[in-house]
Structure formats: C-alpha cells, structure tokens
C-alpha cells in the first residue's frame, strides 16, 4: 500500500496553497544550496584522509629506509 500519484497531487495543492509557490522557491533554493556544501564538505574530507594517508605512507617509507641504513652501517 504506496501513496498514489493522486495523493501526492492532492498533498502538493495543499502545501502551495498554505506556503505560496514564491515560499516554496525559497525553500528549495536554500535545501538545494545546503545539498551542495554538504556533498562539497564530503569531498574536502575525503581529500583530506587521501593527503593524510599519503603522508603516513611516506613517513613510513622513509623510517624502514632509514633503519636498513642503520642496519647496514653496523654489519
């Protein structure tokens, strides 16, 4: 049992009737808006972990180089 296409219609006449569509244009202008720095945000921490992890694997690359140097130099 879905909500019907009718149902959605008779619900969507009644909102613009209580809200006006020039109210209901600024709500999604604002929702939209929000959406987007949300999905921009995500992409800025997903960037962030790459760069971290990038740096940890190069600080790791570079402390297993430089033991072997130390265990070269003491045979």
Known sequence: MG?????LLILLAVVILIFGTKKLKNV?????SAIKGFKSAVKDGDDNAKQEKVAQ????TDAAN???VKKEDNV
Request: overall charge negative; cysteine-free.
């Open 66 to 68: 430089t033991e072997s």
């Open 57 to 60: 694997d190069s600080a790791d």
């Open 3 to 7: 909500i019907s296409i009718w149902q």
């Open 28 to 32: 999604g202008g604002d929702l939209g």
